[in-house]
């Protein structure tokens, strides 16, 4: 499912502008199309790196050594030490150790996510969650998210009553291949997996489709500016970035390589993460049918069946937003978030962290950990419904539930992603019926990645809720 649709035309740049970068999309999912069909070589003898250190926490307890390769790595598995990390000791542990993928595809770690802590990266911060992300621009942009959600909604209803797999319905990045290269340094030259030129190779594409579009989008404003036209709708993403890029924000004005990694983190980045939750949401509904009722019984009664959802609507959906929350608690998108790296040696829960190691931060075990939750396997909305647990946010002020990070480099696009995510889930669940095909049985399996998917698609069948035809058609 696109996000971004195309206009004609120049007045409607903005818009074109971001059909090009879906262009983006097309070259990661062909190349990840290609690489799903063939076999995948396997993390070492054991399981998923998540499950693994989730069982090596049983053993050797809430902080252990592990090496991969030849790198150190410190995986921490209670909410007092991770709280060690991020809030007492956050300035020395706030940078991000970023492997020779992230590094190819993030123009060398310039942008939000894996930036050093420093001036820099203040001010990337400050701009994109103060000035991108204020209530102003969001605003500005849900009218375009709106219309693409609800074409995708009648482009369903043709569908209707037949097998779909909603992950076909959008366009995700996925790295699944583990580099050796990342665990033995030494050998990063040599490129064994040819991962390394294979990221090189999809970098200069998307890199080429980021140029040209930004050059036309430069090019449209000055043009628009010399003719004394006044804008009189609203800006989208790229011409908010572009004019805050000559701005001053107390360091030098953003070069070009930080604004197209920024972009490419609006893109890929939040995207991918917003349709894995869609997909395990959805999984997760179907395997509980009484708990599905209860959120369409909860979409009628607030939104009706005459209506489609809007925005208003989502503050209202308390009982969604419960199972959203739970979805994140049993499948959080990062299971160790970013990997962090201290800047220089420290000292948590009593034992000697050397600088350059790196930190896990286990959040997949802490938020399955019975110690802190009760049943943590069983899927319970109702959980963050009551005084025990529905204090919790997506703040990380907790650190027995913190999805997104917390503290200094919590993920900067979390309102973003919350909002997007709600209203997708809503306009799907309240427009049709979900069910699955006779015979067939949820399994919920997954692949470790820096955002952990579901391994095997969930084939779903849609019949049309909705009381009007023309909510369909119009």
């Known amino acids: 499912m696109g996000w971004w649709r195309s206009y004609a035309g120049d007045e409607r740049f903005s818009s074109s502008t971001l059909t090009i970068l879906f262009g983006i999309f097309v070259v990661l999912w062909l190349a990840v199309k290609k690489q799903r069909k063939a076999a995948v070589p396997p993390l070492p003898p054991g399981t998923e790196l998540h499950t693994k250190f989730e069982q090596l926490y049983g053993i050797y307890g809430p902080i252990y050594k592990v090496w991969l390769g030849n790198k150190l790595c410190i995986v921490i598995s209670s909410p007092s030490l991770v709280k060690e990390v991020v809030r007492d ?5 706030s940078n991000r150790d970023i492997n020779i993928v992230g590094l190819s595809l993030s123009y060398g770690a310039v942008n939000i996510g894996l930036s050093l802590n420093g001036p820099n990266w203040k001010m990337l911060r400050k701009m994109f969650v103060r000035e991108m992300l204020s209530p102003a621009n969001l605003n500005s942009t849900f009218a375009l998210q709106k219309e693409e959600v609800r074409n995708t909604i009648k482009s369903l209803y043709d569908k209707k009553g037949t097998p779909i797999d909603l992950g ?18 030494a050998l990063a030259s040599f490129d064994l997996q040819g991962i390394g030129r294979k990221a090189k190779r999809i970098f200069e594409t998307i ?14 404003l000055a043009k628009a500016k010399e003719e004394g036209m006044t804008k009189t ?6 011409e908010v970035l572009l004019e805050l890029r000559e701005q001053d924000y107390g360091t030098p004005s953003k070069s070009m390589t930080q604004l197209k990694a920024m972009v490419l983190d609006i893109v890929v980045t939040g995207s991918d993460t917003t349709t894995t939750m869609c997909e395990w949401v959805m999984a997760r509904l179907l395997k509980h049918p009484e708990i599905m009722k209860k959120v369409t019984e909860e979409l009628t009664e607030i939104v009706g069946l005459d209506n489609l959802v809007e925005e208003s609507h989502l503050l209202k959906l308390h009982y969604l937003e419960a199972v959203i929350k739970e979805t994140f608690r049993v499948h959080p998108p990062g299971p160790f978030l970013l990997v962090r790296t201290p800047s220089e040696s420290s000292i948590i829960g009593g034992y000697h962290v050397p600088k350059g190691s790196s930190i896990f931060l286990n959040a997949w075990a802490i938020q399955r950990d019975p110690k802190y939750w009760g049943n943590p396997l069983e899927f319970k909305p109702e959980r963050f419904l009551n005084n025990a647990y ?11 539930y913190f999805p997104f990070g917390s503290r200094r480099r919590i993920c900067a696009g979390l309102t973003l992603a919350e909002r997007t995510l709600k209203y997708i889930l809503a306009s799907f669940l309240h427009s049709y019926k979900w069910k699955l095909p006779l015979g067939s049985e949820i399994e919920f399996s997954d692949i470790f990645s820096v955002v952990t998917k579901k391994k095997n698609p969930t084939i779903r069948i849609l019949t049309p809720r909705l009381s009007k035809f023309e909510l369909y058609t119009e």
Not at 173 to 183: A, G, I
Not at 233 to 238: A, G, N, S, T
Not at 390 to 400: A, E, I, Q, V, W
């Open 89 to 93: 000791q956050d300035a020395i542990f």
């Open 207 to 220: 890199d080429g489709v980021l140029d040209y579009a930004i050059n036309r989008q430069i090019k449209s």
């Open 390 to 400: 529905g204090r919790f946010d997506y703040l990380g002020n907790s650190f027995k």
């Open 233 to 238: 709708r609203q800006k989208y993403f790229l």
């Open 168 to 185: 076909d319905l959008v366009i995700i990045y996925h790295s699944r291949k583990n580099n050796v290269s990342d665990f033995f340094p």
